[in-house]
């Protein structure tokens, strides 16, 4: 997984420095470009939904060089999303919320070589994920 690490990890920082409420501000941006999907967050509060997603985005970081890790724990997530009846498509919508939000808190330290790595790398978050969701698709057909 080609990830530019150092890219990902400088500019997390900055990030987390700049906005500790990152996730929230993600959810206002995933909420205005995709107001269908708020209903899908009523099963906990939104900040303990915040609170599991910047607690992902910290592991995914500090493991961003443990490809097994990555590979266990996104599949496994990708998975559980079928329960919460996530979509394919959704993912996408999450991607870009994100990459909006990154780049907004990131300001002018938002180069293209960061923009670059975070697409990479949710590319691969991503990829992971549906991979998850997928061999849990066909784990219950074979059931």
Request: no cysteine; glycine share 6%.
């Amino acid at each position: 997984m080609g990830l530019n690490v150092d890219v990902l990890r400088s500019s997390f920082e900055l990030v987390v420095e700049t906005a500790p409420d990152l996730t929230s501000r993600f959810y206002e941006i995933l909420f205005e470009r995709y107001p269908q999907a708020r209903p899908m967050f009523h099963r906990r509060p939104r900040e303990q939904q915040a609170k599991m997603l910047t607690e992902a985005l910290v592991a995914v970081v500090d493991h961003l060089e443990d490809a097994p890790w990555l590979s266990e724990t996104l599949g496994a997530m990708g998975a559980k999303h079928l329960e919460y009846e996530v979509t394919d498509e959704m993912y996408g919508w999450v991607g870009e919320s994100l990459l909006a939000t990154l780049a907004e808190v990131a300001g002018e330290a938002w180069t293209d070589e960061v923009a670059q790595a975070w697409t990479d790398a949710y590319g691969a978050i991503s990829s992971l994920m549906l991979a998850g969701a997928e061999n849990a698709r066909a784990l219950a057909k074979t059931a």
